[in-house]
């Protein structure tokens, strides 16, 4: 067992420099890659969290609440959320925290909270084009990747495919290797998951912002 806690979560040495490029990025193109975020042993953590038998998987749906159902000609990934129980899910939680705060301070925009779950695409599955949130009806506001596949090479597909909201273009490819974060602003990117040849892994997740009203809960809880 590789021994995370107490250890620093990134990779760099400071942080902060990669949260200001972090920041930059999301301001002039509304969505940042940044290689090798967590230390290896964090991302091999996170990724022995899969094989964790407290982790049951469930796959994936689409819609919320009553419109919730399992659509594997849309997505078949298996999932399971995040609650912080084991010291992988903690440190990473902890990390998606200084994050939140780090950007918030940059940028104001208001992040109030995360949810994440580990995914696990099974051989021959995908995600179709879609949108993590729609405009002005969600609390969803920026969506995180974190990858968790040693050595993927190209041939193994899986890759994020990020669009252009306006042309429908192709903006980037982005293929699924370990320690590799994606972040983009959730209203803007259509993107989809291309087929998996091999079983890949990551952690996908959303910072909030709180849109609670007097007569209405979002997110129900
Ligand atoms: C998602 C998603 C992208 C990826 O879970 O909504 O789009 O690369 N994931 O795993
Ligand atoms: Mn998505």
Not at 32 to 38: E, H, L, P
Not at 86 to 95: D, H, N, Q, R, Y
Not at 116 to 142: C, I, M, Q
């Amino acid at each position: 067992m590789l021994d995370i806690v107490g250890a620093a979560p990134f990779a760099a040495d400071s942080p902060e420099q990669i949260f200001d490029v972090l920041a930059d990025a999301l301001v002039e193109r509304g969505y940042a890659v940044v290689n090798d975020f967590f230390t290896p042993e964090v991302t091999a953590a996170l990724r022995a969290e899969f094989d964790h038998p407290d982790c049951h998987f469930k796959t994936a749906g689409i819609g919320r609440q009553e419109e919730h159902a399992i659509a594997l000609d849309i997505r078949g990934d298996r999932i399971c959320w995040l609650e912080g129980g084991s010291a992988a899910a903690a440190t990473f939680l902890a990390a998606m925290e200084q994050l939140r705060l780090a950007l918030n301070r940059r940028l104001f925009m208001g992040l109030f909270d995360y949810e994440s779950h580990l995914a696990y695409y099974p051989v021959g599955t995908f995600y179709k084009k879609h949108v993590d949130a729609f405009k002005g009806d969600s609390n969803r506001v920026l969506s995180t990747v974190l990858y968790l596949n040693p050595s993927w090479s190209a041939g193994d597909g899986g890759e994020l495919v990020l669009y252009d909201e306006a042309t429908d273009e192709v903006i980037e490819q982005l293929s699924p290797k370990a320690g590799r974060l994606v972040v983009f602003l959730s209203e803007r990117f259509p993107h989809q998951v291309l087929p998996a040849k091999r079983k890949r892994y990551s952690v996908a997740g959303w910072y909030r912002i709180n849109s609670n009203t007097m007569d209405r809960v979002d997110p129900p809880t």
